[in-house]
């Protein structure tokens, strides 16, 4: 029996799975995509999650991959300056979801986690003792505990039933990576009556580019409305072309009312989801994997 079951290996399930089999703890993730995702979603770490993953000695090699931005410009006349935050990582570091998630799955496979990817979990029981996982492939894990990482739609917080409780957003976000002309290397926002633009550099050709608007028009493809919403808003779409990935959405405050149920635990989100401005989803997930990996761990071994 392994000791303990993660479902998801986004970078919460990923880096719980890392501090888990770092005690000594055998650890198996179910994972429901067959392979690893190349999107991008998350854009950057900040300095909280660098010092974590730097216990670990897994920052500087993200460091080397990102492009460390000292200040941003979040809204019209402000400034947010990380170069006066007391860390060893003044930043925020742009770097995409997919590197993070690379190096956490590296890890883990070093560290011996077993990664089951392709299947999906349905269904768990629990008592005393054990928690039993039921596989949309037939098979069942039988473990001490579970962790539920396994993202914003959790199918382990519905069986637990603590309920999500929360709101939308009213105004949509549309996000790209693309390309923009050379010269265009620092963080651009602009804020008018329309709604809000930004523009952060990943530091290798391409750029996280996100637009906010107020009377948002649902014609084209996510890109073309991307690029008529900056010219809305900045009187520009700064030429950008290539889109290696889009998303529009509606983005979401919502927080499980508790997480944890007997055996079962949530992480990451799982168990909370915040508007994507401010870049802390990522973030908040690899935190509590840090958290409540150790405990857990102290747990299993006694
Ligand atoms: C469009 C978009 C843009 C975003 N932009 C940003 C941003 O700019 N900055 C930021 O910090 N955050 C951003 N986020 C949020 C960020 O991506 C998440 O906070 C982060 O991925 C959470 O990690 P996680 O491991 O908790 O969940 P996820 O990354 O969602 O991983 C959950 C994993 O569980 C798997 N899974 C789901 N159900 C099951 C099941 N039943 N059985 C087995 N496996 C299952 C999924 O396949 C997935 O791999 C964005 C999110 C979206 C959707």
Known sequence: MTDVAIVGAGPTGLA????????????????????????????GLHARALELLDARGMADELVEQGNPLRTVHPAYASTVDFGRLDTRYP??????????EQLLSRRANELGVQIRRGAAVTDLTQDASSVRLHLDDGTELVTQYVVGADGAHSTVRDLIDVGFVGESYDMPMLLADVRLPSGADSPISQVGTEGAVVVLPFGDGWFRVGAWLLRPEETGTDFAQIRRAFHLIAGTDYDMSEPRWCSRFLAQRRQARAYRSGRVFLAGDAAHVNSPIGGQGMNTGIQDAFNLGWKLAADVNG
């Open 16 to 43: 719980t799975a890392c501090e888990l089999a770092l005690a000594g703890v055998s650890c198996t993730i179910v994972e429901r995509r067959a392979a690893e995702p190349n999107i991008t979603r998350a854009f």
């Open 91 to 100: 930043m925020l570091l742009v770097v995409p979801q997919s590197g993070t």
